[in-house]
């Protein structure tokens, strides 16, 4: 009697309502990411007070363009996708992206609806960003890397503020202080000329496939007049950022080497990018891919001065995400960067960081981190692109795995045409 009585309330339903489910324990949170990077008291306060939901087969949870309130999990049954290309594909319960939300951005860039009956845990945008706020002179450090070494001395050494801050390059410096007081395109070009290695490159990048010109530029003037000021701002900063990335210590080289690589594709993927979604600049957005892992630099060369018995690359691996977002804000703010670009390094490895309803530089670059990482196939776990809060922020494209590596393909010729600018 009692089963058919809930045969007959599950018929009696509307097929979108939902209904109360289990209670949330804390294990079913440490399953899920972000969620599950958050401390054990607030995943227990949090648990304390969670609910499941459950929706029949055929509920609709969201559909495309309409405003979200929360981040969706799924933690029971199945959910076919469809997003703003017509593609369908489905999500179960317990695969690999599962433990991601179905979509955490103020705007639905997809429909999803229950293929079976399912249900469903519904997270607050407020707790989704409470894992990435720390004060700009601490580095907490996580419960499971209190036995890191490394991480303890350079934490100890960070906080006590001795860290050795990499300075700015002196034409990079002189150009972002005379472009605060309305400098002209003569002056700009005077400064530019007294490194005539990065007034040589700056030319070469005005005439790079990026900016697709007909006639090219023959100077430093005229690629000044092409690009913009500001734009030249950021493209000699980003120029002359090279330098800082050198180490003569042979216990970092191939480290420091390989952070410049990536972060010279991340910075490419991100002008083309922000030159597709026409919503920022793309010469800040190229800098701003840049300089999002610049805190690995003090961590590395703290670590290039430790004794050799010290270095276990083991902690470096595991210390680097943790120290990279911290320092790289101090190291920003000692530069008198804008707030915007210190917003990047913070929070550019943050999948779910979302503190604007526009697209914002950081944005651009946490969608060509994912990017870049989707195209490298690392096998590493990854949330679907349309999920992400940043993907529902562009009103020019679309995004979703196949499209995604099709702007990759697409862009691949500029892409590594510009990489060898900056790496000769």
Sequence with gaps: MTSFKNLLRKFQASPDEPQSGEKITPAVLEQLFPIRNLSEEIRQSF?????????????????????????????????????????????????AQ???????????????TAKTDISILRVSPSIMATNNRCEHKTLPIPENLRQN??????????????????????????????????????????????????SAKLIEVANCPLYLTLIPARNCFDAIKRIGLNATRSLVTALSLKQIFNTRSPLVKTRMKTLWQQSLYLSALSHVLAST????NPEDALLAGLISDIGAIPFLSFIANLPADFINEYEIEQALPVVIGPVGTTVLKEWQFAEEFVHVALNSRDWYQNDNRTLS??????????????????????????SIPAASK????ALSPENTLGILHDAKTRIHES???FNS
């Design 47 to 95: 648990a304390s007070e969670a609910f499941a939901e459950r929706l029949i087969a055929g509920a609709t949870l969201f559909s495309i363009d309409s405003e979200a309130d929360s981040a969706i999990y799924l933690l029971k049954g199945s959910v076919s996708i469809t997003d703003k290309n017509g593609k369908t594909y489905d999500v179960d319960a317990g695969s």
């Design 98 to 112: 599962s433990i991601f939300p179905l979509c955490s951005g103020h705007i639905h860039t997809t429909t999803a």
């Design 149 to 198: 070494r490394l991480l303890a001395l350079f934490a100890d050494h960070y906080q006590n503020h001795n860290l050795e801050i990499p300075t700015l390059p002196q034409v990079a410096l002189k150009l972002r202080q005379a472009i605060q007081h309305d400098v002209n395109l003569n002056e700009a070009a005077e400064i530019i000329h007294l490194d005539p290695a990065i």
């Design 277 to 280: 979604s026409q919503q920022q």
């Design 361 to 386: 530089l950081t944005d651009v670059v946490v969608l060509s981190r994912l990017h870049a990482t989707i195209g490298q196939k690392s096998g590493l776990e990854l949330p679907m692109i349309h």
């Design 394 to 397: 562009l009103k020019n494209m």
């Design 419 to 421: 990489l060898s600018i």
